[in-house]
């Protein structure tokens, strides 16, 4: 409670250039760490809920899915098993499928890592040493944390504003705003220079017509809220078919195990205008029931 109460006095004591720069640091640390979570036990089990559902005038289901997953370390990866399609369970045989063509995509994608790197993947055929445990040794990201930061946050020094103290999951944070300049900038290299200045034009306006809101532990320096919303999405292209009349997203974390914060939930909203009509999507995902798989899992 000190640290936090001197985290406040921090940012409210100091001048405007001092606070901001106080800030800056707050938010370069929490952004530099945000990653570390997930690999801090070598196995743990978790399962997932996702659904979608797609509404027209008056609420009415034009379509949608409610599916359960089950996740689980295998041969080094986090694999993702299918549990369950709209109530009904999926077989044991289909079930085996999908994780092996699951594994067989993340081993692929182990290979190109390696190979950007200049290194040998360690991870690519099991038989070499007869069984590999299933403990977790992938370097990148399971699905269910990049779909967790899917706004890609970068470092974005002067755009943060401290909005003050909240509670929060029973705890005391900062609330804070985020005026992004760099959150749709993927760099990419386009070999066209008219799509490359289209792009840009596009990440620009993205950019200037989204707010972030974050809800941080400064003790923690961890994430455990944000919120998106893009005020003004009138400029993407194809708006004469159909328009984005807004669209929101919010993340929450939990901690699942003692120091070890994971995704809880994702919801994003979206309202499209038609030719004919307005529709209203909702996507959400939950995460639940992490739970050691050996007792022996120790944190690296």
């Not at 044991?92 to 190109?112: C, G, K």
């Not at 993947?121 to 779909?147: N, R, Y």
Request: net charge neutral.
């Amino acid at each position: 409670m000190r640290v936090f109460t001197a985290a406040i006095a921090v940012l409210l004591a100091l001048g405007s250039v001092s606070a901001q720069s106080d800030l800056d640091q707050l938010m370069s640390e929490v952004l530099s760490r945000r990653d570390d979570n997930w690999k801090k036990l070598q196995q743990y089990v978790l399962e997932e809920r996702e659904t979608f559902q797609l509404a027209g005038s008056g609420g009415i289901r034009l379509y949608g899915f409610d599916r359960d997953y089950s996740w689980f370390v295998k041969e080094g990866f986090f694999v993702r098993s299918p549990v369950r399609a709209d109530g009904v369970t999926i077989s044991e045989s289909e079930r085996r499928q999908a994780e092996e063509e699951w594994l067989t995509r993340q081993r692929r994608r182990d290979d190109r890592r390696a190979a950007r790197e200049g290194r040998t993947s360690e991870l690519t055929d099991p038989a070499a040493t007869g069984s590999i445990e299933d403990v977790l040794k992938q370097s990148f990201e399971p699905e269910f944390i990049q779909a967790a930061y899917f706004l890609k946050f970068k470092f974005d020094p002067g755009q943060y504003a401290f909005v003050g103290p909240e509670d929060l999951a029973g705890r005391r944070v900062l609330r804070i705003e985020y005026y992004p300049t760099k959150l749709f900038s993927e760099g990419r290299t386009r070999p066209s220079r008219r799509v490359r200045k289209r792009d840009e034009q596009i990440e620009e306006k993205l950019n200037k017509s989204s707010l972030v809101t974050l809800w941080i532990d400064p003790v923690e320096r961890q994430i455990l809220q944000y919120e998106f919303h893009n005020i003004d999405m009138d400029f993407l292209p194809l708006r004469s078919l159909a328009r984005i009349d807004g669209m929101d997203a919010t993340m929450r974390m939990a901690q699942a195990f003692p120091g070890v914060w994971l995704p809880q939930a994702i919801a994003l909203k979206a309202t499209v205008s038609l030719a004919m009509a307005a529709v209203d999507a909702r996507y959400d995902v939950e995460y639940h029931d992490y739970k050691l798989a050996d007792v022996s899992i120790r944190v690296q």
